[in-house]
């Protein structure tokens, strides 16, 4: 005990390592803007629910097995008087009972497990459920509305207490998406097409993650969920739909210029106008949305404007290489994409 005491004092690491270690455990605790300890739709409360339930389950095992454990240690511990304890070679009874016990916990753990997982895969059907198809890209999701006609990026709107099935394709590589207080995630696969659905009970912004590893910039690769109310999520539809006006304002006019005479155009759709690539983000609403580079960003004209700079410099291995764009350039551009309301 004392050479522990000394070796303590003399090695500030160890004690760093210790606080270290129970502020991870702590960190533990909170519930972040990804926790899906704290759900907010139906499909994410069953699987929160599932959750808690083996959690505590496990706890209260450990609890009785280490307590016994502790017990028996401390209590049938080796005295010098003693001699040779009694030797025991099996108890039937015994055997019996700690097999019948696990063979419970499992029943009890195995009937919501089932009816969790038949309740999250039995997708949605009818009129009032709402369709998207969520396409991971690196490093940036899509999400389509085939019966909407609306196609956006980064950012997915739903209206609140409304079940929304999703289809989940991949472009390129496997993606998986994942919106911890709505639902668990699924893996985005390319020429494969898997279905989850989805509800947020609460209005809100949701942070989600792709959650697969998908190359260099898999942890920029996020995105938000908006939760909005109906009267709001009809509105954004109807924004969404509508073809923007030509930008009347001189320098987003010349910023419209000088996107359709570059590369812009052979990688980024704008309903309306020439540009009618479909390896970047759909760009038609650009300046609805509030974060930009598969949400990685706030989307505000400085960030705007670093990203058009150097974008492999903002998010390693980005497809969208370095147009060598000059300041004026940039600053038109960004009027410009900002204008796409
Ligand atoms: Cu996409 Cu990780």
């Known amino acids: 005990m004392a050479s522990r005491v000394h070796l303590l004092r003399?090695?500030?690491?160890?004690?760093?390592?210790?606080?270290?270690?129970?502020?991870?455990?702590?960190?533990?605790?909170?519930?972040?803007p990804q926790s899906a300890l704290a759900p907010a739709g139906p499909v994410g409360m069953r699987e929160a629910g599932l959750y808690n339930l083996i959690f505590w389950m496990a706890v209260v095992v450990f609890v009785l097995v280490e307590g016994l454990l502790l017990f028996t240690a401390l209590?049938?511990?080796?005295?010098?008087?003693?001699?040779?304890?009694?030797?025991?070679?099996?108890?039937?009874?015994?055997?019996?009972?700690?097999?019948?016990?696990?063979?419970?916990?499992?029943?009890?753990?195995?009937?919501?497990?089932?009816?969790?997982?038949?309740?999250a895969s039995t997708i949605p059907q009818g009129p009032d459920v709402l369709k998207v198809t969520v396409i991971g890209h690196q490093w940036w999701w899509e999400f389509r509305y085939p019966d909407l006609g609306i196609v956006t990026a980064d950012e997915m709107h739903i209206p609140v207490g409304t079940k929304v099935a999703l289809t989940v394709e991949s472009a390129?590589?496997?993606?998986?998406?994942?919106?911890?207080?709505?639902?668990?995630?699924?893996?985005?696969i390319p020429r494969r097409q898997n279905e989850m659905w989805l509800q947020g009970d609460e209005i809100g912004e949701f942070y989600g993650q792709c959650y697969q590893l998908c190359g260099t910039s898999h942890a920029n690769m996020r995105f938000?969920?908006?939760?909005?109310?109906?009267?709001?999520?009809?509105?954004?539809?109807?924004?969404?739909?509508?073809?923007?006006?030509?930008?009347?304002?001189?320098?987003?006019?010349?910023?419209?210029?000088i996107f359709q005479s570059k590369a812009c155009?052979?990688?980024?759709?704008?309903?309306?106008?020439?540009?009618?690539?479909?390896?970047?983000?759909?760009?038609?609403?650009?300046?609805?949305r509030t974060t930009i580079a598969g949400a990685m960003l706030e989307k505000t004209d400085a960030n705007l404007a670093m990203w058009l700079h150097d974008p492999p410099g903002v998010k390693p291995g980005s497809i969208m290489p370095n147009l060598g764009l000059t300041d004026d350039e940039i600053k038109a551009l960004v009027a410009y994409l900002d204008s796409l309301k």
């Open 172 to 188: 390129d590589v496997i993606h998986s998406f994942w919106v911890p207080r709505l639902a668990g995630k699924i893996q985005a």
């Open 224 to 257: 938000r969920v908006f939760v909005q109310s109906k009267a709001d999520f009809d509105a954004w539809v109807k924004d969404q739909q509508a073809v923007p006006a030509p930008p009347t304002d001189p320098e987003a006019a010349k910023g419209a210029q």
């Open 265 to 288: 155009v052979g990688c980024h759709t704008i309903a309306g106008t020439n540009a009618k690539g479909t390896i970047g983000p759909n760009l038609t609403h650009f300046g609805s």
């Open 75 to 119: 209590r049938f511990r080796r005295r010098t008087s003693d001699g040779i304890p009694s030797q025991i070679h099996g108890n039937t009874r015994l055997e019996i009972v700690w097999t019948i016990i696990p063979v419970l916990i499992l029943i009890v753990i195995a009937v919501p497990t089932i009816t969790t997982i038949a309740s």
């Open 10 to 32: 003399r090695r500030p690491l160890v004690w760093i390592l210790l606080a270290g270690l129970l502020a991870l455990l702590i960190s533990g605790c909170g519930t972040g």
